[in-house]
Structure formats: C-alpha cells, structure tokens
Nanobody
Framework: QVQLTESGGGLVQAGGSLKLSCAYS?????MGWFRQAPAKEREFVAI????????DYLNSVKGRFTISRDNTKNTVFLQMNSLKPEDTAVYYC???????????????WGQGTQVTVSS
C-alpha cells in the first residue's frame, strides 16, 4: 500500500518561494502535484516520470515551478518561485501504481497541504 505525506505549505507574500515535499512509502511510478482552490475545480500542476527524466507542467506555472524527485529518499518535491495570489490552494501529492507517462488518473493521493499567497 502506498502512503503519501505532504509538507512545506504555508503563508508567503507574492513573489516569494515555497518548497513542498511529498514523502512516499511503497512502490510508485509517475508522481505529481494537483491543487484545488476554494470554489474551483481541482487541477493538475506538475508531474514527473518514475526515473525523473520527463516532466510536465500546467502552463500557468511553467518557468516558476520545478518538480523533482529523489527515489533514494522516497521524496518528491515541488519548488515554487515567484508565487502569485492565484497559486493559493490546497496542494495534493499524487502517485500512480502502474507504469506510464502521463497518466489519466492517479491511484494514490495525499491529504494535502495549504499554500496561501498574500498580495
């Protein structure tokens, strides 16, 4: 059974940075981050392949966010720079239990971590 635990969320001013971490246990393949803002649909943010050689991003975060993973430490990261108020959301770590990139659905979800960007 895969378990995902996010950390690193918080309150930051616009233009600032945060780094989210997702510690995982069990066998995972493609992993990534989704987010959900109040009264909005959940949306994909970034994904990374099993070996970390391929990534993909939501257009609005390209050039500002970077996803990475360290499989020796069972951790996936999301470095978020130049944060904007519209990045405010609960961020969820996700993982696929089977090979493939990208994935249409993800088998495992974390509990989420709140990111709030003040203007």
């Amino acid at each position: 059974q895969v378990q995902l635990t996010e950390s690193g969320g918080g309150l930051v001013q616009a233009g600032g940075s945060l780094k989210l971490s997702c510690a995982y246990s069990g066998r995972t393949y493609t992993m990534g981050w989704f987010r959900q803002a109040p009264a909005k649909e959940r949306e994909f943010v970034a994904i990374i392949s099993w070996r970390g050689e391929v990534t993909d991003y939501l257009n609005s975060v390209k050039g500002r966010f970077t996803i990475s993973r360290d499989n020796t430490k069972n951790t996936v990261f999301l470095q978020m720079n130049s944060l904007k108020p519209e990045d405010t959301a609960v961020y969820y770590c996700v993982a696929a239990g089977t090979l493939g990139f990208p994935k249409q659905t993800y088998d495992y979800w974390g509990q989420g971590t709140q990111v709030t960007v003040s203007s």
